[in-house]
């Protein structure tokens, strides 16, 4: 795989949290940020710990099972590094990131790594989706939806997490994040993010869940989900919740 000229953020992600798979322009790229908003490492550490304590309370009910949308780069304690007895689809848009997620798991019989739209659960190779998410519809897994709903307006994200609620089985777990305002008061980083980009107040967050219904530890920020001990001090850029899909 020749050496991308774009820079990715999921590159960029997996150098803030220490790990391999990156290359200069996501370094420079990385730097940029940096410079605009300050010390992203310690905010990514901590988005990554909570995505592994939510897989683990995933995994402590039984969930043997993750679909995973947006999945950036399958290393540095993403999901099946995590949930050692589970199988995991990892999924994302971007086709590089799909072939480096490709060959680091190369080896792998428990995950797999292909295209997947969050917002049409239908661009999912079935192929890949029954072997990696074998109860899909029909018993309890777990959906990893982290890093997007900053992406998608209100009503996108409201009518895919609904889509997704209406295909898992009764008993499956949501794990979410949503951006806070923490980059109004960093106009230049914000201007990086692009257009799409959508902070919310916390108000807003728990209405977009729809049917999905928080666990109760609520929606908070990040480094306070179920901490293992003292929470992080981290800026508050991210708030999450790990949410269930009810019996209809």
Do not use: K
């Amino acid at each position: 795989m020749g050496e991308p000229d774009q820079p990715s953020t999921a590159r960029m992600i997996d150098f803030w949290l220490g790990g391999a798979h990156h290359f200069p322009v996501d370094v420079a790229a990385a730097g940029a940020f940096e410079q605009a908003y300050g010390p992203c490492a310690p905010v990514f550490r901590e988005l990554r710990e909570f995505l592994g304590r939510t897989v683990r309370a995933m995994a402590a009910h039984g969930v043997d099972g993750f679909l995973v949308f947006g999945a950036g780069v399958p290393t540095m304690g993403n999901v099946h590094e995590v949930a050692t007895d589970a199988t995991v689809l990892y999924t994302d848009v971007d086709p590089v990131t799909i072939r480096l997620g490709q060959s680091i798991l190369a080896g792998s019989d428990r995950a797999g790594y292909g295209f997947g739209d969050a917002t049409d659960i239908g661009t999912i190779d079935p192929a890949q989706l029954h072997r990696f998410v074998p109860g899909w519809g029909r018993r309890p897994v777990g959906v990893v939806f982290l890093g997007l709903a900053a992406f998608l307006d209100d009503a996108t994200l409201t009518r895919t997490l609904d889509e997704l609620y209406a295909g898992a089985a009764p008993g499956s777990l949501l794990a979410v994040d949503f951006d806070t305002e923490e980059l109004a008061g960093h106009p230049q980083a914000l201007a990086m993010m692009g257009p799409q980009f959508r902070m919310r107040p916390p108000a807003a967050f728990a209405p977009l869940l729809g049917r999905w219904a928080p666990t109760a530890d609520g929606i908070v920020p990040v480094a306070q989900w179920r901490p293992e001990g003292p929470p992080a001090q981290v800026p508050d850029a991210f708030h999450g919740v790990l949410a269930t899909r009810g019996g209809d």
